[in-house]
């Protein structure tokens, strides 16, 4: 990696921890604790404007938002705000399954077709296995939302003991994708020997076969 690229690298991260720092413990309903909790979850944007203050990240507290309306299980997310740089994107997402040991990593942006939309290339990267099932469904629900969904090249895939899922940007699909996938998703935690993840069963239905 040239030294340019390194400073590069490292002023982004610098950028990113003050955008979207890493909060307490969330309970349901918003509440917080300080006692330590085992459930970690990494919450990445992706965009250039983002990265450099010119536009408000609605992607990310989407997102968090949705995890404090539906996990029962308290949580710890840790949060990036990121350009679309692939190697930074990669080292990211390393940096939140494996340093950070996060069980969850969901990001949003970067899925589409435009030049410099590397989100989906980054998270195949850095995954030894990957769930196109995530996939195919977040953009079957889309798709009877708007036609464009079909451009969407979002993805999901296992980064060591940790899942990782791509979302859109929009809010609003951000919650329509994982109202989708998120029933799936405490199981296949706990395929991974993660944390048992619990949710608000009126809100999501987690579902995990008998046994």
Not at 152 to 170: D, F
């Amino acid at each position: 990696m040239s030294l340019a690229l390194q400073v590069r690298l490292q002023s982004n991260r610098e950028r990113s921890s003050l955008a979207l720092p890493v909060t307490q413990i969330v309970k349901l309903n918003g509440d917080k604790s300080s006692t330590m909790t085992s459930i970690r979850i990494g919450i990445v944007t992706v965009s250039d404007r983002a990265s450099r203050g010119e536009y408000e990240d609605r992607g990310g507290p989407a997102i968090l938002e949705y995890l404090s309306q539906v996990l029962t299980s308290p949580f710890e997310h840790l949060g990036r705000v990121i350009p679309d740089e692939q190697p930074l994107i990669e080292q990211t997402l390393r940096e939140l399954c494996q340093t950070e040991q996060c069980c969850l990593v969901i990001t949003t942006g970067g899925t589409g077709p435009a030049l410099r939309d590397v989100t989906p290339e980054a998270t195949e990267a850095v995954c030894q296995k990957m769930m196109p099932g995530f996939g195919e469904l977040m953009r079957k629900v889309s798709l009877e939302k708007v036609p464009t969904a079909i451009l969407s090249r979002q993805t999901a895939g296992i980064c060591g003991s940790a899942l990782i899922i791509n979302l859109p940007g929009q809010p609003k699909a951000i919650q329509e994708c994982l109202d989708a996938v998120f029933p799936a998703i405490p199981y296949c935690i706990d395929l991974l020997n993660g944390p048992f993840l619990t949710t608000l069963e009126s809100r999501v239905k987690a579902f995990r076969p008998r046994k």
